[in-house]
């Protein structure tokens, strides 16, 4: 895809990725300004889900159980940051959210996400991997639920997702909590593999 001019090399790289990942899902779920975001996890694909949900108009709550994390959270836009998910209904007077995304893939976090969800509510998994269970009538069907999978998005979905980044301004450069060198991979993974850090990228 043709680089918009006003996003750097490492933009474009967030966009081909996480970034790409987290707007396809929001557009899926039909975000609009106004709405109450619950983003779980907050790695790369969360972390974008929660800048541009908030770029979006919507009040955000990051759901993220490392400190550094919801840090990160606070900085790029979410209007609450917690550790757990049992504080939602607090924070909106017992109606739970009109949207809620898992990006862990982990079985309690996307049931959190189900549960945090208000009557006619929707729910997207974009975290891979694992399983869930859930009780169907209590969970999905008295709450009358629209549960949403998305996965990637099209050569069109890219492109979109950058000139929308281009047009708004967003600064996604600061999704790079850390930048390295390829001499420095080894050094690199270890830390991706603490799962404490925003995005990193190799800067060739």
């Known amino acids: 895809m043709p680089l918009p001019d006003e996003l750097s090399f490492a933009e474009g790289a967030a966009v081909a990725c996480g970034t790409g990942t987290a707007y396809a899902a929001l557009r899926r779920m039909r975000l609009a300004g106004g709405d109450t975001l619950a983003v779980f996890g907050q790695g790369p694909v969360g972390l974008s889900a929660t800048l541009l949900g908030a770029a979006m108009g919507a009040r955000v ?22 550790e757990s998910s049992e504080t939602i209904l607090d924070l909106t007077k017992g109606k739970g959210v009109d949207l809620a995304i898992d990006c862990t893939g982990v079985a309690e976090a996307r049931l959190a996400a189900v549960r945090a969800a208000k009557t006619w509510g929707t729910v997207c998994f974009v975290g891979e991997g694992g399983d869930v269970t859930l009780d169907v009538s209590r969970d999905m069907l ?3 639920l629209t549960l949403i999978g998305s996965w990637t998005f099209s050569a069109m979905g890219q492109a979109e997702c950058a000139r929308y980044i281009a047009d ?7 999704i790079f909590s850390h930048r390295w060198k390829l001499e420095q991979a080894d050094e690199a993974y270890r830390s991706f593999d603490t799962q404490s850090t925003g995005k990193g990228v190799f800067v060739i």
Request: charged share 30%; no cysteine; hydrophobic share 45%.
């Open 61 to 82: 709550i990051a759901v993220e159980t490392n400190a550094e994390r919801l840090a990160l959270a606070r900085e790029f836009g979410a209007d609450a940051a917690i």
């Open 142 to 144: 008295r709450k009358q």
């Open 168 to 174: 708004n301004g967003i600064g996604l450069e600061k």
